[in-house]
């Protein structure tokens, strides 16, 4: 970890020396854990820009180079040789399962998938119009109040058990948060489904009409899965460490990473993604929209474009737009509106020297809404899908944080700007 390199700071009239960290990959990082002790001065770096807040082994990004690694593996191979349970595997344990030990842990998470079926009455006391992410918040946070034989944080066994918990039952949750939506009754697991075929089966199976898995398509959901399950120091996964560096539960840490998820700058933007491609409606309406977002005034952006890391192309969406082709290919819906008006806006965003010159490619949710929406799933349902595939990232980054020596509440500082000390003048007097 430690380098022979010292980074020298002069502040006032001190020349102090602070200690370089180099990682197995990646840039070294300044250790300026006692720079507060020996100059008395904070650093100031609002949206942790250049600090690096915890030291992780899982997952590994370039993003000049659009690399991406879980535990090493490149996202390409495991998107092409592996599923989702393997990859969870993969991210909770740091190596990939042999046959043995794969076939145990599908064995695990399909004996949890069910919820305990008092749970099931919470979902009545939601609006039916609510938005599915609300509901998920409030029923993922409920967990811990029923599954108490597993909320002892400094136990592996206990962290090992909500992990498989959280992992299984949240395609549940996310299916029950949908039927209920719709008015329709819940539909239980079936265990001898894959993880993926299971999911889509509670959401689309009705009592009525039995639900034929199109393999094509589930593997598509599986991929869609597999891109986000992790994506390491991002805004939820960092809510989900600062969660559960006070000692808060896993069922609550989560909770906590699936509200932070909910925005449209992070996991909310395959949602406002096809909201705007509806909103243009048309291919002839490109041309203008594009002027409205390159006009700084107008608050516009181009939802789908942009990424705080990868600067180069996210390898997530080049993956994606391969999923994308398969499944418009196999529900011939290769003539859709949106996905040729998606299609005309990426060529000219991608030519536009507003976007090259800033590095703007489209990110993962560009096309995972897309994809989405031609699985039959609706809009108000695309981050919840996030969600549950991130809660496998979540929960190794959170067990990765809690086993580690050097944990620490985590405390950020502020540079103040506010009023000094002052006197209060009573209010007849104000
Ligand atoms: N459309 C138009 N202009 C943009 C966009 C965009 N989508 N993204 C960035 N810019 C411009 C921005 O106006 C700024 O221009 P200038 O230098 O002239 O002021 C420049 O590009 C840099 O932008 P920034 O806001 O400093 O970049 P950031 O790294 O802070 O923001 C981002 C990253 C993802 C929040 C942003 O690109 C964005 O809002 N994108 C749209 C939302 C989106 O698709 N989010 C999903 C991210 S991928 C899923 C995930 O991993 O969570």
């Known amino acids: 970890m430690s380098t022979n390199k010292k980074a020298v700071l ?14 197995s990959i990646g840039p070294e990082v300044i250790d300026i854990r006692s720079l507060y ?3 008395g001065a904070f650093t100031y770096d609002p949206g942790f ?4 807040a915890c030291s992780s082994k899982i997952t590994y990004i370039d993003g000049d180079e659009g690399v991406l690694l879980y535990r090493g593996y490149p996202i390409e ?9 393997e990859t969870c595997y993969l991210l909770l344990n740091g190596e990939l399962p042999n046959k043995a030990e794969h076939g145990d842990f599908v064995n695990t ?9 008092q749970l099931s009455r919470f979902f009545t006391g939601f609006r039916r119009d609510a938005h599915p992410m609300a509901v998920l918040v409030g029923v993922v946070g409920a967990l811990s109040a029923f599954y108490h034989d597993s909320l002892d944080i400094n136990n ?8 498989f918990r959280l992992i299984a039952k949240l395609p549940t949750i996310v299916a029950m948060a949908y039927k209920y939506s719709m008015g329709q009754p819940f539909v239980y697991p079936r265990n001898d489904l894959s993880y993926t075929a299971n999911f889509m089966r509670m959401m689309f199976a009705v009592p009525a009409e039995e639900y034929k898995v199109n393999d094509v398509l589930v593997r598509a959901l599986d991929r869609i899965f597999i891109l986000h399950a992790d994506h390491e120091q991002n805004a939820s996964t960092s809510t989900v460490r600062l969660s559960g560096s006070s000692g808060a539960n896993p069922f609550a840490c989560i909770a906590a990473g699936i509200a932070c998820l909910w925005g449209p700058a992070h996991g909310g933007a395959n949602e406002a993604c096809l909201q705007m491609l509806e909103e243009i409606g048309d291919v002839s309406k490109v041309g203008e929209f594009i002027k409205q977002v390159k006009d700084k005034n107008s608050g516009v952006r181009l939802m789908g474009f942009g990424h705080r890391v990868y600067k180069n192309y996210d390898p997530r969406a080049k993956l994606m737009r391969e999923t994308c082709h398969e499944v418009l290919n196999e529900l011939g819906l290769h003539d859709d509106r949106l996905f040729k008006l998606s299609i005309a806006l990426e060529k000219i965003a991608l030519e536009d020297d507003y976007f090259v010159s800033r590095k703007l490619y489209p990110n993962v949710d560009f096309y995972s809404g897309i994809v989405q929406r031609a699985l ?24 990765e944080m809690i086993s580690d020596p050097e944990m620490k509440i985590g405390r950020p500082r502020q540079l103040f700007t506010g009023a000094p000390k002052r006197d209060l003048i ?4 104000r």
């Not at 820009?49 to 690096?52: C, P, Q, R, V």
């Not at 592996?156 to 909500?162: D, L, Q, Y």
Request: with cysteine; proline share 5%; net charge neutral.
């Open 10 to 23: 002069t502040y006032g009239d001190k020349t102090l020396e602070f200690p370089v960290l180099g990682g």
């Open 37 to 39: 002790a020996k100059t």
């Open 49 to 52: 820009l250049s600090t690096a």
């Open 77 to 85: 191979q495991l998107a092409e040789n592996c599923d989702f349970l």
């Open 109 to 117: 998470v399909t004996r949890h998938t069910m919820v305990h079926d």
């Open 156 to 163: 592996p066994e206990h962290r090992k058990i909500s992990a």
């Open 376 to 399: 039959g799933i609706p809009t108000s349902m695309f981050t919840c899908i996030f969600a549950l595939a991130r809660t496998v990232g979540w929960i190794a980054q959170w067990n």
């Open 426 to 429: 009573p209010m007849e007097k």
